[in-house]
């Protein structure tokens, strides 16, 4: 059973970057195509972050693009996402998932998903 | 960009009723559209991809249906542990991966 799970500050203040990681388990990230972020803001719905293929190739949400970075670390079996200038707007629970095996653009397996509010 | 929208935005049934939820792009998909289903404080779950295939584990009362730009899930004999959020999203043609905004299924 694939497991994810995220860490990083809780909390970010404006114009800073918010950093984090996702932890997998019980699955090597190598032998998944791509891996990806979701984030959800409160009582909102599901916005796709970007992906990242295990050969470290990305794909970033336009509206994000100019902010962000996702990279891979198959050493650590992790990969991380860090987006610069938060605002308030960026407030959500960040979500991880793995990328369903030869089904790209969906995701199957999702860690729990980490608040991360963005205050001074 | 491709836009999503779900109807309706709540869903009220019985448990046993049959439900009925849309999902309409702005441009063709093909079949190229996922469901997932969202509990309170869970993360979301892929039900259906490819517009009509069940993920792995899913029971049959789930189905999905439809092409191009109108799809449709639909729950038959609703349980108690159906209630939820239901987002639908499209792959067909990214970056960026869109989502609807979600129908929440109610008693």
């Not at chain 1, 990083?8 to 950093?19: D, I, Y």
């Not at chain 1, 407030?91 to 969906?106: E, K, L, N």
């Not at chain 2, 046993?16 to 702005?26: E, F, M, V």
């Not at chain 2, 729950?75 to 939820?84: K, L, P």
């Amino acid at each position: 059973q694939v497991q994810l799970q995220e860490s990083g500050p809780g909390l970010v203040k404006p114009s800073e970057t918010l950093s984090l990681t996702c932890a997998v388990s019980d699955y090597s990230i190598s032998s998944s195509y791509y891996w990806g972020w979701i984030r959800q803001s409160p009582g909102k719905g599901l916005e796709w972050i970007g992906s990242i293929y295990y050969s470290g190739r990305t794909y970033y949400n336009p509206s994000l693009k100019s902010r962000l970075t996702i990279s891979i670390d198959t050493s650590k079996n992790q990969f991380s996402l860090k987006l610069s200038y938060v605002t308030a707007a960026d407030t959500a629970v960040y979500y991880c998932a793995r990328g369903t095996p030869y089904i790209t653009g969906t995701f199957d397996y999702w860690g729990q998903g980490t608040l991360v509010t963005v205050s001074s | 960009e491709i836009v999503m929208t779900q109807s309706p935005a709540t869903l009220s049934v019985s448990p046993g009723d049959r439900a009925t939820l849309s999902c309409r792009a702005s441009q063709s998909l093909s079949s190229n559209l996922a469901w997932y289903q969202q509990k309170p404080g869970q993360a979301p779950r892929l039900l259906i991809y490819a517009a009509s295939t069940r993920a792995t584990a899913i029971p049959a009362r789930f189905s999905g249906s439809g092409s191009g730009t109108e799809f449709t899930l639909t729950i038959n004999s609703v349980q108690s542990e159906d209630f939820a959020l239901y987002y639908c999203q499209q792959y067909d043609n990214w970056p960026p991966l869109t989502f609807g905004g979600g129908t929440k299924v109610e008693i």
